[in-house]
DNA sequence: AAGGGCTTCGATAGCT
């Protein structure tokens, strides 16, 4: 082998022999050096499968394999299913070292965590709640437990980055430097990803006051691609996936594995059914399951065990649960069904695919309506099949994807924060909380009065108050959030009802789905009726049946970046999709799916759309600006504010009842159609601007602010506006 | 008329 092997644990040596490895991988060898010396942060960024996670645990635990005292690496993870997968991964390794690896999270046992918690060497591996539920509950444990910790490794991190839950994990991290004070330099932080929109910003996402330096390691990049977009016609105004695509979707799949990513919950359930059924017509053992986040664990952990056995053909409708590494093993093909929202999300989908050897291959099957008196021009123009090119033109040709998000405030986090470090201390003064999570911490772009400000209206709301010494300790309301069992996590849970089946719990529904007695429904990937719905214990019982449809699933808005509207006028204005490769223009779109382009294309050109941004139609003036969601909102409100009846779909503007030359000239005349408004004050005329956990506990100006930053852009509106007509 | 995801948590009572 190589000079980093030989510098690998003689022990370590053994187990990548017996793994029958010829040699590291490049990213592995790479990684030797910077984990070995311990000197810096260190960025391992490469595709699902690459060997990631031994690239940092094999320096790792060569570095620790005669540590008996104390934790010498602490894992964290933002899904309790990836961290069983990694305990089974080291488990042989750390035999081999006599080393201790111990998982703890939620669904881990009492006494298990108790014989860690009286013995706590080697590797532990956690969710950022349960350090967090550790931190509060018994901070003289973490002290003494993490007295030797070398590292702190974080996988998937791009989960992580922008987040409530990423700015609650690098304030843990940084919390627990602030416990190990006696060190001479700060634990090392290395970061695992798959997906980093700009990697040479991951450092400081990693750790913001930047006392330490940061390695980058990337792995080479994505192997060979193999697809096709299949397009369909559906009739206007239908609701589910058409029968032609998903009988070209059971062809493809049958007999194979294969992940279907269908975007919504109520469409995983709807094509995991009506497959099933088609299985059961052709008199064949069903082989397509859907997989999602409402979805039993029972039934999850099922279905990801019969994807590993490569004998047993599967099928696995899902959403993005399946897009994060929970050992799955590699499928024969990915398949998109209705676009994908992101060129983040596709490349991280698109890791699934591709055994050792093969291509990975990507098939998009895209419905659009048949033209009718109803269709709007979003229908004519085939937005859905041009976003979806769009996406597969940045993924391929640009290689470029969506950078994290990682200037919101959330503020709610902060609120959490001061309460947890409050809780953890017992009380601490304003500065040093300022100092700790603001300061040096994550919440970097708080400034001091905004701190006091929150700091005052969080004693108003008997979160917190002030000692006669000047120490804040919880109040009464703090007191009460602080010892709810729900108060380790940072994000939102809306409430559900249980579905149960015989004494079986399956899943779970947000009880907005409102669903009632005697209604059929698709769930998990089967036939159901409600027998009963229990409001008290919050339970809905069903039996098997026939017939349904999948419940309303209630989501987020998922906004779509400006290069994604960037790049489909590029391809309308130019008349041409297709991907040079090697100097021949490469097609890969199936006869059906380029007459649906060749249709929006003559739309787009007989209403002269490179120059013309208003379409007129149907009482309604169109705007057709091809800009980002965030940009779309912004005019949406201010043309609302003017009294417009206004709405949006698929990024064009439609105000109804209204002269086309008015809109056009207030398009043109930015500064008089933007006038005074500021993010801010959009966000002031909307009525409820709660959107995070602890939101109702933040002075409303703050979450004005806040609010307006994260959904509008003025700005960003202003300078499109003034390039639109030049 | 029409579109959309996911994650997680401790202690104890009361039972087998």
């Known amino acids: 082998m190589s000079i980093g092997f030989n510098q690998l644990d003689h022990r370590v040596q053994r187990w990548v022999h017996r793994q029958k490895w010829k040699n590291l991988r490049d990213i592995q060898e790479q990684a030797i050096g910077p984990i070995l010396k311990e000197g810096s942060d260190v960025v391992i960024s490469a595709s699902t499968a ?19 005292e104390g934790f010498g690496i602490l894992y964290l993870s933002p899904l309790k299913a990836l961290i069983n997968d990694q305990y089974r991964r080291l488990e042989g390794l750390c035999e081999m070292l006599d080393m201790n690896v111990v998982p703890w999270h ?15 060497s080697g590797i532990i591996l956690m969710t950022p709640e349960s350090l967090e539920a550790r931190l509060i509950k018994d901070m003289g444990w973490v002290r003494r437990a993490f007295s030797f910790l070398r590292y702190i490794v974080i996988d998937e991190f791009h989960a992580f980055v922008g987040t409530e839950r990423g700015q609650q994990l690098t304030s843990l991290m940084n919390r627990l430097d602030a416990l190990a004070q006696d060190r001479d330099l700060p634990i090392p932080r290395v970061a695992l990803s798959a997906t980093l929109g700009n990697i040479n910003d991951t450092p400081a996402l990693l750790r913001q006051n930047y006392n330490m330096p940061c390695e980058i390691i990337q792995g080479k990049g994505e192997s060979e691609l193999q697809l096709v977009v299949k397009g369909y016609y559906d009739l206007p105004g239908a609701q589910r996936l058409n029968e032609n695509a998903l009988q070209d979707l059971y062809a493809i799949c049958r007999g194979g594995s294969h992940l279907v990513f269908a975007n919504s919950r109520g469409n995983t359930e709807d094509i995991a059914a009506r497959a099933s059924d088609l299985c059961e017509n052709n008199f064949v053992p069903n082989e397509f399951f859907p997989h999602h986040g409402s979805l039993s664990r029972e039934l999850r952990e099922f279905l990801e065990k019969r994807l590993q056995k490569e004998d047993l053909p599967t099928t696995a409708v899902c959403t993005m649960t399946l897009e994060l590494g929970i050992d799955i093993g590699k499928v024969d093909s990915v ?98 909380i300022f100092d700790q999570l603001c300061d040096k911490g994550s919440f970097g772009n708080v400034t001091i009065p905004d701190f006091k400000k929150i700091l005052t209206h969080m004693g108003k709301k008997e979160l917190i108050q002030q000692m006669h010494n000047g120490e804040l300790v919880l109040g009464i309301e703090g007191e009460r959030l602080v010892n709810n069992y729900n108060f380790y996590t940072v994000f939102n849970t809306p409430e559900e009802y249980r579905v149960v089946n015989n004494e079986k719990t399956i899943g779970s529904l947000p009880t ?83 007459n649906l382009f060749k249709e929006g294309l003559e739309y787009f050109n007989k209403h002269d759309l490179s120059r013309n941004k208003i379409i007129n139609e149907n009482g309604y003036v169109y705007l057709v600006l091809w800009a980002s969601d965030k940009i779309v909102k912004t005019l ?47 966000s002031s005329i909307i009525g409820v ?13 703050l979450l004005i602010n806040s609010y307006g930053n994260r959904y509008f852009d003025v700005k960003a509106t202003k300078h499109f506006l003034e390039q639109l007509y030049v």
């Not at 979806?388 to 919101?408: M, N």
């Not at 601007?689 to 100006?701: A, C, M």
């Open 106 to 120: 939620g669904d881990i046992s009492q006494a298990r965590r108790n014989k860690a918690k009286k013995n706590p």
């Open 335 to 432: 398949i998109q069904v209705t676009p994908p929202h992101s060129v983040a999300s596709l490349r991280q989908r698109m890791g699934r695919s591709g055994r050792r050897g093969t291509p990975s291959v990507l098939r998009m099957l895209i419905p659009e309506d048949k033209i009718s008196h109803i269709s709007s021009p979003g229908d004519k123009l085939r937005l859905r099949l041009l976003q979806s090119i769009a996406i597969i033109r940045l993924y391929i040709v640009e290689k470029w994807y969506e950078p994290a998000e990682s200037s919101h405030f959330h503020f709610s986090t902060l609120v959490h924060q001061i309460l947890a470090l409050i809780a953890q201390w017992g009380g601490a003064r304003a500065a040093q």
């Open 689 to 701: 601007r709660h959107i995070e956990k602890y939101d109702e506990y933040v002075p409303d100006d």
């Open 636 to 682: 949406q409100m201010i043309f609302g504010s003017k009294g417009y009846e206004v709405s949006s779909f698929h990024g064009i503007i439609e105000i109804k009842n209204v002269d086309r030359h008015k809109i056009e000239n207030l398009l043109k005349n930015p500064s008089i159609l933007m006038g005074e408004w500021t993010n801010a004050k959009l």
């Open 512 to 594: 907005e789905s409102l669903v009632t007695k005697g209604q059929h429904i698709i769930f998990a990937g089967r036939r159901w009726k409600v027998n009963d719905v229990d409001e008290e214990k919050k339970t809905v019982y069903v039996n098997l049946s026939k017939g349904g449809v999948p419940p309303k699933f209630i989501g987020d808005p998922i906004p779509l970046h400006q290069k994604i509207r960037d790049e489909m006028y590029k391809i309308f204005n130019t008349g041409d999709y297709r991907i040079d490769i090697g100097g021949s223009k490469v097609d890969f779109l199936d006869s059906s799916a380029r």
């Open 50 to 68: 690459s060997g990631k996670t031994e690239a940092f645990f094999l320096p790792a635990c060569t570095k620790i394999a005669d540590q008996d």
